[in-house]
């Protein structure tokens, strides 16, 4: 079997994405996405996980046996999540006080499972890798692009403290839009987690939409409505 | 059926094996780093309430630990110059509106105030966590002030009849934090002769 690395991309990031398609890891997603930069951080943790976990679990695939598959699998995902947890603590610290809380949870995130049950489990390392990594960046694209969208209404900022998380050299996207008294305070709060993930959900829809009329119009071609 | 099941058992078993000492191998090389970041965060919370100048050691190693009125075990840090304690710095937590709120609090030999920061707390954004130093500066009106200055019972939020600001919209969040602090004034008080004595 050839595997299209392209097809796996455009997957992972937009056409099979974890959060707006699959409507999976919404527990991190919407605790994480108060802001660009918290939304920004939990993604790349979440697909440097996955990519870990996804290359791991292909690797053991043929010595795993179906019938023990998904606790051996818990303790492969919990395994390389620890070790993302310990590595951070120890070389990211001003990234760890504003995650720590939160890295542990990855384990209960569902996109990891989904991805090595329907991919990982039954596909050569390489292809399984680069699977988890574009999930995990598709669930980073969605988790900055929710987190941007509530701290510009929220707080009327954008990557408010993205120096912390990159290094210095970023002090330069930090952006204040407007002064904070003016910003909508519901949306940094959970409830507007749920309205900003439903607001962009229509946007993504919406844009498919266009997409999909885009082709049919350039190819003349009638399709059935699903 | 039976040997089936001892081998899915051993392959679970030598799969939990692996990764636990995958994970051991990870622990043993990240110990170090984690205790040397978790002595630099002190060294920062400490900095922040006790200004450089006043000692010569370092406060985050010179720690003892003593009972609160209420029995609870507070760990003071020690700030020396020349062998006499200049400062004093120990945590202190009042109840705030959504949880425990954290401060860390510095005081000078003579229990004044040299100033407060926040370690932690679960305020509402954009109203309670006006107590952070870097989104308002409510919390550095503190230094300089003692259990003197303004008298004991000014020292609450004025819709109590103190004598410190609210804010708009968030009264539990300061009331909280100004009770924390009088709290731990007190507390210095109480055992003046013990944190100041030499060792």
Known sequence: ?226 | MSRHIAIHGVILGGVCLAFGALMTGVHMVTAEPIALRAIEAKQASLAQVIPAALHDNDPSTDHLTLARADGKAVTVYRATKAGSVTGLAYEVSGSGYAGEIRLMMGVDAEGRLLGVSTLSHKETPGLGDKIEAKKNPWITRFAGLSLGEPPVEKWKVKKDGGQFDQFSGATITPRAVVGAIRGGLEFFADNKSKLLEAR
């Open chain 1, 1 to 226: 079997m050839i595997y299209n690395y392209r097809r796996i991309a455009r997957d992972g990031i937009w056409d099979n994405n974890g959060v707006f398609v699959m409507m999976l890891g919404l527990c991190p997603a919407m605790a994480m996405s108060n802001s660009a930069t918290n939304g920004f951080g939990m993604g790349l943790a979440t697909a440097l996980v996955m990519t870990g976990a996804n290359a791991l679990v292909s690797a053991l695939r043929h010595v795993v046996s179906h019938e023990v598959r998904v606790p051996a699998y818990i303790t492969i995902v919990a395994a390389t999540v620890t070790s993302v947890d310990l590595a951070m603590k120890a070389y990211m610290p001003a990234l760890y006080n504003v995650l720590g809380l939160f890295i542990p949870l990855i384990v209960a995130n569902c996109v990891p499972f989904a991805r090595i049950e329907a991919f990982a489990s039954k596909s050569p390392i390489l292809p399984a890798a680069a699977d988890g990594l574009f999930m995990g960046l598709g669930f980073t694209l969605a988790l900055t692009v929710l987190g941007a969208f509530r701290e510009v209404l929220g707080s009327g900022t954008l990557f408010a403290d993205a120096s912390l998380l990159l290094g210095p050299a970023f002090k330069a996207i930090e952006m204040r839009l407007f002064p904070a008294e003016a910003g909508v305070l519901l949306m940094i709060l959970p409830p507007g987690a749920f309205i900003g993930t439903g607001i962009l959900l229509v946007g993504k829809r919406l844009i498919d939409a266009r997409m999909n009329r885009g082709i049919q119009a350039g190819t003349a071609h009638c399709t059935v409505e699903g």
